[in-house]
């Protein structure tokens, strides 16, 4: 009997990047299904609102795509789970004086856990999304060849730490590359992903500069070749993620407090702490004569701590829910480039694993807005090392 082709469900959002790899992976063969997940949204002032990500209007122009590439279409619920796994992780980390990452947490429990389940539930050989980042397959040449060098480390041959952390890093069969577009490069908020997760996982728009990729659906008559990225956290009504947390946050869980120098002199009161983050500088609400800005946050005291530009720079952080992306953590301090944030430039560190499964990272330089709750994402030039959560 002939051979079937390889089955694929793309996550689809309605918008020009899932469409194109729908597309994409339609014209190299593969047997595509297109997938979209109802998120949770809150109801605001006694209506109902749609999750940007799945609102009427991206349903209807993912549906659209669908007809057009003549693949089939499902719709399906996963309010609950990530009203509970990433809304009130949200909510959660605001009020323990953290600024979380909403779309990490979403990866990690969300697209690349109940999605990919649910994928592999149809049949699936693979899961494949719009990001804008790469997997590679290591040659399995190089695979034994890393093998090999290992077993001569372990032997006993001495070699320089970071060799060797790069041989143990070669033998994880999948990569994490970063996004061809450097500029849009998502790399930073897929660290949490696992070789069992790589193996079965497709990116096909990130080969592609943005530029090119709207282009390339333009010439295939997409609909959405031209629709705006949505920039804000997809499961507020407005935007307005203070007012959301007045509104979700348990009753007295945000309470004014003193806002204070380094020195613990009291300077103003601020509006509640999870209003804001490090490196803030406007609305604090008070005179002084030289900037100040959010250097750390207090919950214990509830205390907002500030200061000039010259105290914000830190020079090491530690992380925790570590994942390395190679199944394991290197074997010593490791070399690596830094991102403390999504648009953050990568920074020199070194970067060593700590017995409790945490990581150390010590920077070449101070960087600015070391912000715990934020992720700390490991680079070795383009490829992705894993990450973890800022402490």
Known sequence: SPTLPPKVVVAMSGGVDSSLAAALLKEQGYEVIGVMMRLWAEVAAGEGSSNKCCSLEAVNDARRVADLLDIPFYLINVEQPFKQRVVDFTVAGYLAGQTPNPCVQCNRHIRFDYLFDYALSLGADYLATGHYARVRRKAEGAMQKAECGM????GGVQRDPAEKAVAHRNRAEFELLKGVDEAKDQSYVLY?????????LLFPVGWYTKTLARQMAAERGLPVASRH????LCFLADGD???????????QAILPGPIVDSSGRRLGQHSGLPF?????????????????????LEPADNAVVVGPASELGRGELT???????????PSGPTPAAVKIRYRARPAPALVTPLPDGRVHVQCADPL?????????????DEVCLGGGIIE
Do not use: C, H, M
Not at 151 to 154: C, D, S, T, Y
Not at 229 to 232: A, E, L, P, V
Not at 368 to 380: I, W
């Open 368 to 380: 600015r807005d070391v912000t715990p709750g934020q992720s700390a994402v490991f680079y070795d």
């Open 229 to 232: 990225d949505s920039q804000d």
């Open 319 to 329: 992380a925790s829910q570590v994942n390395w992306i190679a199944g394991y953590p």
């Open 241 to 251: 993620y203070r007012r959301f947390l007045r509104d979700w946050a348990p009753a």
């Open 151 to 154: 077993q001569n480390a372990e």
């Open 276 to 296: 804001y983050t490090i490196g803030q500088r406007k609305g604090l609400g008070i005179a002084a004569g030289q900037p100040l800005y959010v250097w750390r």
């Open 192 to 200: 949490v992903l696992t070789q069992r997760r790589l193996a079965r």
